[in-house]
């Protein structure tokens, strides 16, 4: 399963899904396995033997493992949505604020996922949506970045973060799930960059010994409905090797 996480200059990269290898292993063995030709064409008179693992099998499967061990990582569970306790706390900020007439909400569904739905007017200068967390600080400073479960609806979103000392600045990561597919997204805490007012505000890095909030806005400018939904947020931390 292919995932995409968003780069400094908002064009997705794509990493590979540690479970992708388990399916790539499976097809390099099915593929590269040499049976013996009696064993092939099911010749009752010999004895079967064992698969014959040849020289670019062997090859494959080191690569394989080598990159699969590169991309695991550990992973705090931060929403998850089952719970009251586990579904963080989110409020609505619309357009509105500014005289806008767009709306948005949130909720958890029986899924057990968090929905974010509404419908974006450019009336009044309005065009734009979020929802955003409260009432807890952490830090995650150990961590590497943010990792959703998501289904989207093909509009570009951006994954937004605040700290504390830092009240009039939002940090913003562009995303762009893909339409009405869950994917598995890593976002870099390095891609997020400071904000007023929808204005990048130079010279200023995200606090993540301080996070006050995490959030999701809709901001392309573009009227009509949208709902992006989410299965889970996490923090994840790469091994020491994948940052060298």
Same mark, same amino acid.
């Given at each position: 399963?292919?995932?995409?996480?968003?780069?400094?200059?908002?064009?997705?990269?794509?990493?590979?899904?540690?479970?992708?290898?388990?399916?790539?292993?499976?097809?390099?063995?099915?593929?590269?396995?040499?049976?013996?030709?009696?064993?092939?064409?099911?010749?009752?008179?010999?004895?079967?033997?064992?698969?014959?693992?040849?020289?670019?099998?062997?090859?494959?499967?080191?690569?394989?493992? @080598?990159?699969?061990?590169?991309?695991?990582?550990?992973?705090?569970?931060?929403?998850?949505?089952?719970?009251?306790?586990?579904?963080?706390?989110?409020?609505?900020?619309?357009?509105?604020?500014?005289?806008?007439?767009?709306?948005?909400?949130?909720?958890?569904?029986?899924?057990?996922?968090?929905?974010?739905?509404?419908?974006?007017?450019?009336?009044?200068?309005?065009?734009?949506?979020?929802?955003?967390?409260?009432?807890?600080?952490?830090?995650?400073?150990?961590?590497?970045?943010?990792?959703?479960?998501?289904?989207?609806?093909?509009?570009?979103?951006?994954?937004?973060?605040?700290?504390?000392?830092?009240?009039?600045?939002?940090?913003?990561?562009?995303?762009?799930?893909?339409?009405?597919?869950?994917?598995?997204?890593?976002?870099?805490?390095?891609?997020?960059?400071?904000?007023?007012?929808?204005?990048?505000?130079?010279?200023?890095?995200?606090? @993540?010994?301080?996070?006050?909030?995490?959030?999701?806005?809709?901001?392309?400018?573009?009227?009509?409905?949208?709902? @992006?939904?989410?299965?889970?947020?996490?923090?994840?931390?790469?091994?020491?090797?994948?940052?060298?």
């Amino acid at each position: 399963m292919v995932i995409t996480s968003p780069a400094f200059a908002r064009k997705p990269v794509r990493f590979y899904h540690p479970r992708a290898f388990s399916i790539l292993f499976a097809k390099l063995f099915q593929s590269l396995v040499v049976l013996p030709k009696a064993f092939r064409n099911g010749d009752p008179t010999q004895q079967p033997t064992p698969p014959v693992m040849n020289k670019k099998l062997r090859i494959s499967l080191v690569i394989a493992c @080598l990159i699969g061990g590169l991309q695991a990582s550990e992973v705090k569970m931060l929403a998850d949505f089952t719970t009251e306790a586990t579904s963080l706390n989110w409020r609505t900020v619309n357009d509105g604020v500014m005289g806008g007439r767009s709306k948005g909400v949130s909720f958890v569904t029986e899924a057990s996922h968090l929905l974010f739905k509404g419908q974006i007017s450019l009336e009044n200068n309005g065009g734009f949506s979020s929802i955003r967390t409260f009432g807890e600080t952490q830090d995650l400073s150990s961590y590497d970045g943010i990792e959703l479960k998501i289904k989207g609806d093909g509009r570009k979103y951006y994954l937004t973060s605040r700290c504390s000392g830092s009240s009039r600045l939002a940090f913003w990561s562009p995303i762009q799930p893909t339409k009405n597919e869950w994917f598995t997204m890593r976002i870099p805490f390095k891609s997020f960059y400071a904000t007023s007012l929808g204005r990048k505000t130079a010279g200023v890095e995200l606090d @993540l010994e301080n996070i006050t909030s995490l959030g999701f806005m809709l901001y392309d400018k573009k009227e009509g409905k949208f709902q @992006l939904e989410i299965e889970s947020i996490n923090a994840y931390e790469l091994p020491k090797q994948s940052k060298l």
